[in-house]
C-alpha cells in the first residue's frame, strides 16, 4: 500500500533533467516519486523543494530508512 509523504516537489535526477509537480510515496520501505503524468521517476539526486503531507520529522525519518525505488 502506497503512502503519500510530499507533493509539488521539484526534483532534480542524477542525469540533470528536473521535475515539478512530483508527489512523494512510501510502499514496501520504498521510496516512490510520481511525475505528473503518473510515470515513477529514477535516479532522484536532490529534492529542491516539496510540501509535506505528514509532519516533518516524519518526513526525514522516511527519507532516512526508506531506500529509493529502482
Known sequence: MRQLLA???QV????GATHDGVKLFV?????VYVANDGSELSGVDCIEK??????PMVLAMALHACKECN
Open 50 to 55: 516539496c510540501t509535506s503531507v505528514v509532519p
Open 27 to 31: 510502499e514496501d520501505n520504498r521510496r
Open 7 to 9: 507533493i509539488n516537489l
Open 12 to 15: 532534480r535526477c542524477v542525469d
